[in-house]
């Protein structure tokens, strides 16, 4: 089973930069796609960014694309969120996620992803 612990959330005010890792454990991680998600109270779980597991390619979500930056280190079993021009929109909880290494479903969705972390709080004050 793998298992996924995030770290790095926290208080941070517009425009800030806050950066998330999260650390694998018990799959082969180079091959696994990783994503991030966030949930804001009341509201339902969205994507933000992933990265694929052979290429690196990365996708992100619009209202992120060029703040946030996914990255994988395959050695260290890591993947990490770099979060640049922080927004209070972007207050959430902050999951971590690995894909399903069969699954079919889109890179965007969380039916991709079957194993996830226990979240990270991100609070961005105006």
């Known amino acids: 089973q793998v298992q996924l612990v995030e770290s790095g959330g926290g208080l941070a005010q517009a425009g800030d930069s806050l950066r998330l890792s999260c650390a694998a454990s018990g799959r082969p991680f180079s091959i696994t796609t990783m994503g991030w998600f966030r949930q804001a109270p009341g509201k339902e779980r969205e994507f933000v960014a992933a990265i694929s597991g052979n290429s690196g390619r990365t996708y992100y979500a619009d209202s992120v694309t060029g703040r946030f930056t996914i990255s994988r280190n395959n050695r260290k079993d890591t993947v990490s969120l770099q979060m640049n021009g922080l927004k209070p929109e972007d207050t959430a909880v902050y999951y971590c996620?690995?894909?399903?290494?069969?699954?079919?479903?889109?890179?965007?969705?969380?039916?991709?992803?079957?194993?996830w972390g226990q979240g990270t709080q991100v609070t961005v004050s105006s």
């Open positions: 996620a690995a894909g399903h290494p069969s699954s079919s479903a889109s890179i965007y969705s969380d039916a991709r992803y079957n194993r």
